[in-house]
């Protein structure tokens, strides 16, 4: 079997989070009673016509510059020109030869942590379509504007991704990106954010593309990722058993775990593209894109570097943290509060903070636990008052009540004993105690050690400080 | 006689109470009424709404308020939207459609106090160029009703002319105002694309369509024109400029304005006797001080074909949202979705819109579209070239509004090309955006002939003021056909 190379291009379409649509006044937001949130331009009521939202622009463009790439001075709207019943007007509002974002690259990081640079050819404003109900109207098809008009961001990369691994990694580091700009807030269930994967193969080493089959509108990072695996080995399959791979748009169904053909290139649709003479060209200033620019947050890539230099993380526990601007934010409110302890932070946030949170499916922006509180509990654990230990016992008690650390130390009587006299006082009652082990031990058995440091953090309950307890019993035990 | 008088002298005795605004009404209404089997000026008459608008009216001005236009009947072109009168645009598509809201136009009329009598015929989709492409039948021409009107604004010029109005809403996509007018004898302005708002008034081409007036004099028409215009922050391609006080800008000399002969418009195609008209309109201008010499436009005869392009391809895009599913015409026990698009837009369209949606497609299709689309676009900007060097040396650019006085009906449906050569003065200004009026300048045959003014952009303050200055000299703006005198 010849070793074949997935060639893999994305096209994302990341929802805008302005508060009216692209093109009408119309309410956004998400979940209202179908069609309550769509005006008559959505509606494409005779006589209409379409404004563009300021906001959406400004969106777009900070995106555009989020990426490095060119904004267009001058851009165009274009009509997509298709019949469909949840596409009101009969086209759709769209750009089409020139984008308001052109060029652009987004770095991730491959599973063996080198950087791989993604280009991404363009990016372009338009309105959503609105959505074909069929659940529980028989055999009627219900449709749904409330979704028209929404603005989109369609992000267009170039064919540069090699394996599914690498278009998750794209499409989350987008993901991250989009929501660090606050420009989409990323709800995949909601649809917010979802994507359409250009799949090809081709034999390894070849300069030639294979015939490309596009998989339409998956909506999670996981389903991306089977969608693609499954796509790729089929084509190999085809092509290895003598057959042709068709350029075609399919459908994942994640049910089956198997993509199928929708409709092929010859059923394709002549979209008859040409531009909206209802908008003027869009254009834009310079001083307008400066800005913008000065209104940019810091980025993710920079935000782990600094992570890095200056807390001294590694460039993976620097990714981590920086995946999400809630995450890193989180991250920097804990190190501010305990400022000599950021790996112990980083450990926290990172470990235990990340799995009660992921247990219950909860966002690190939810305020379950403040980053105040945690650093609470760290402080504690950095002035010696409590274990690492016992502090994972603190911790659970503080996710499960919401007290601080301090007050679940103080009621549960778990402050580290510190006192030498009251741990010798411990460790001459567990030798009195134990006399075999004790004479097995001065006869040589050193494995016993750990025998009496058992006993005596059981007879303390786990407060005696680890590190005078070792000291004390090297003391002791020898007689 | 109520009805021979201008829209300025009856909004001056509204203002003054020598009329009530219920007595011009229903005056109107009864005239509208005797002429609709003759002349089949509209589509709806609004009788009890617009008494009832007039009630209120009389009161506004017996208080001392009501604004410029308050009291005056007047009609709306079948386009412009009208919240709770049907808005058919002349199809059978929209037969039953009433609209929830209000055109702008419609709205700032409202607002100045006209009161609306009705909605006026015009070709489906304002496709059409003597109003015979009508879901609701033909309009016929008041000086002749074996002739037509000329359209897309047929019903307006008709019940202008036949003074069943003093003045209407009509809209120019190709010459749809100033065709009409010059059919009809009337006076008529397509203002500079984007001086008028778009949103409410249902398109057919809209990087072409522009709202105007058709009325019985220049100055008529700048009462009205004054009110419809203005920046509209609903739509887009509307211009932010300020509106220039139109009916007071009236009356200056005409001493050393600069007028320019198109040559192009002087060809084979035109009938000697319209010319003879022209000529003599010309003479008039130059007797008030205006110099006179001729001006070539080489890229006009492109204007037709380039027109035939562009226009179609924006209307096959424009009218793709008229599918059955949400407004208008839906056919009967669809069995699916295509059948439903399919027989819906079928039944719902006439031929000359489907021939037009055809075309439009056509030239846009994959393929197609760099040689017909891209090349009309680059003729229209040679075209907009030509425009901008003769304004280089003239104020003003003078020629006939079209080739012929009115044709009768049926005479041109069976070749659609004869009929879009009806256009071919008209079209080009559409394609520059630049601002042009059709005044009456006498007769042919008995028949009357228009006079085109064209301007650069945003000149309608000198096109109106020209106008105007003729109609001082002259009377055929005031000959009304003696049916209806």
């Known amino acids: 079997m010849s070793a074949w190379e997935t060639v893999i291009g994305l096209e994302i379409h990341a929802q805008l989070a302005t508060r009216s649509k692209i093109f009408s006044g119309a309410a956004t937001a998400y979940g209202a009673a179908p069609n309550t949130q769509a005006c008559l331009v959505d509606l494409g009521y005779p006589g209409v016509l379409p404004v563009l939202n300021a906001e959406a622009v400004r969106m777009a463009v900070r995106f555009g510059l989020a990426i490095g790439a060119r904004i267009a001075r001058q851009s165009v709207f274009a009509r997509k020109n298709y019949f469909y019943p949840d596409l009101p007007k009969g086209y759709q509002i769209s750009q089409y030869e020139l984008p308001i974002v052109a060029g652009g690259a987004i770095d991730i990081v491959l599973e063996d942590g080198s950087v791989k640079r993604i280009g991404v050819t363009r990016a372009h404003l338009e309105e959503d379509a609105g959505k074909s109900l069929h659940e529980g109207l028989g055999s009627l098809t219900g449709i749904d504007l409330n979704r028209a008009g929404t603005p989109l961001i369609e992000i267009v990369s170039e064919p540069e991704m090699r394996s599914a691994r690498e278009a998750v990694a794209y499409m989350k580091k987008v993901h991250t990106l989009v929501r660090y700009l606050e420009i989409c807030d990323g709800n995949m269930q909601e649809g917010s954010f979802r994507c359409d994967a250009n799949v090809s193969v081709r034999p390894a080493g070849s300069d030639q593309f294979g015939t490309r089959a596009e998989i339409k509108n998956i909506n999670s990072f996981r389903y991306v990722e089977k969608a693609i695996q499954y796509e790729a080995a089929r084509q190999i399959e085809l092509i290895e058993s003598g057959g042709k791979v068709a350029q075609e748009t399919r459908l994942y169904d994640p049910d089956k775990g198997e993509t199928r053909s929708m409709r092929s290139k010859e059923e394709a649709n002549d979209y008859r593209y040409f531009p909206d003479p209802d908008l003027l060209p869009l254009e834009i200033e310079a001083a307008y894109i400066d800005t913008v620019r000065a209104g940019l947050p810091e980025l993710p890539d920079a935000k782990a570097a600094r992570f890095v230099g200056q807390y001294g993380l590694s460039a993976y526990d620097a990714g981590v943290l920086t995946a999400s601007r809630d995450l890193a934010d989180y991250y920097e409110a804990v190190v501010r509060a305990v400022p000599e302890q950021p790996k112990l932070a980083a450990n926290w946030v990172m470990g235990d903070l990340a799995a009660a949170l992921n247990k219950e499916g909860l966002e690190i922006g939810s305020g379950r636990l403040p980053a105040e509180a945690l650093a609470g509990l760290l402080a504690r654990i950095a002035d010696q008052t409590i274990s690492g230990k016992i502090a994972k016992e603190v911790f659970e008690a503080m996710w499960a009540g919401g007290e601080s650390a301090d007050a679940i130390i103080e009621a549960k009587g778990l402050k580290q004993i510190t006192d030498t006299g009251a741990i010798e006082r411990a460790i001459e009652a567990v030798m009195a105690e134990n006399p075999a082990q004790l004479a097995d031990y001065r006869a040589g058995k050193d494995k016993l050690f750990g025998f009496f440091v058992g006993q005596v953090m059981k007879a303390t309950q786990g407060k005696a400080n680890p590190a005078q307890l070792n000291e004390l019993l090297k003391k002791k035990l020898p007689g | ?485």
């Open chain 2, 1 to 485: 006689m109520i009805h021979r008088q201008t829209l300025t002298q009856l909004a001056a005795d509204l203002r003054a109470r020598k009329v009530s605004s219920v007595e011009l009404v229903r005056a109107f209404l009864a005239r509208i009424e005797a002429s609709q089997p003759a002349l089949n000026a509209f589509i709806s008459v609004t009788a009890e709404q617009a008494l009832a608008e007039a009630e209120a009216a009389d009161r506004a001005l017996a208080a001392g308020r009501g604004g410029a236009l308050a009291g005056v009947p007047i009609g709306h072109k079948d386009l412009f939207c009208t919240a709770g009168v049907r808005t058919t645009c002349g199809s059978r598509m929209l037969e039953n459609f009433v609209s929830p809201y209000d055109a702008t136009v419609v709205a700032r009329l409202k607002a100045a106090g006209a009161v609306v009598l009705g909605k006026l015929n015009m070709d489906e989709f304002a496709m059409g160029s003597s109003n015979e492409t009508s879901y609701f039948g033909p309009v016929r021409n008041p000086w002749n009703t074996h002739l037509v009107p000329g359209g897309s604004s047929g019903g307006s010029a008709a019940a202008v002319a036949a003074r069943l109005l003093p003045a209407a809403t009509a809209t120019d996509t190709g010459g749809s105002i100033r065709q009409p007018a010059a059919f009809c004898g009337i006076t008529g302005i397509k203002p500079t694309y984007g001086r008028v708002s778009r949103y409410g008034m249902i398109a057919f081409a809209s990087s072409l369509d522009q709202g105007g007036v058709l009325a019985a004099s220049a100055e008529d028409a700048a009462r009205m024109l004054r009110e419809m215009a203005g920046f509209d922050p609903r739509d887009s391609t509307s211009v932010d400029a300020p509106v220039p006080d139109y009916p007071a800008g009236l009356g200056e000399p005409l001493a050393g304005v600069r007028i320019g002969l198109v040559r192009q418009f002087l060809d084979q195609g035109l009938d000697p006797e319209c010319e003879r008209c022209v000529r003599e309109a010309l003479a008039v201008f130059e007797r008030l001080g205006a110099s006179l010499r001729e001006v070539s436009l080489p890229n006009i005869p492109l204007s037709v074909p380039a027109y035939y392009v562009v226009a179609p391809a924006e209307c096959s895009s424009n009218l793709a949202r008229y599918d059955g599913v949400r407004f208008g015409h839906r056919c009967a026990d669809a069995r699916d979705l295509q059948d439903l698009y399919k027989r819906s837009r079928s039944e719902g369209f006439g031929a000359e819109v489907k021939r037009r949606i055809m075309t439009g497609t056509y030239v846009l299709s994959a393929g197609y579209y760099d040689a017909y689309y891209l090349k009309a676009q680059r003729v229209r900007r040679l075209i907009a070239g030509d425009f901008e060097r003769a304004f280089g040396e003239v104020d003003l650019l003078m020629g006939p509004t079209t080739p012929t006085a009115a044709f009768a009906l049926g005479s041109k449906t069976a070749d659609p090309i004869t009929m879009y050569l009806n256009d071919i003065y008209t079209i080009s200004a559409n394609l520059a955006g630049v601002p042009a009026m059709s005044v009456p300048c006498g007769f042919a045959a008995g028949l009357p002939v228009g006079l085109q003014i064209i301007g650069p952009h945003f000149a309608e303050q000198q096109l109106l003021h020209a106008a105007h200055r003729y109609q001082l000299e002259t009377d055929w703006h005031l000959r009304i056909p003696e049916r209806f005198a």
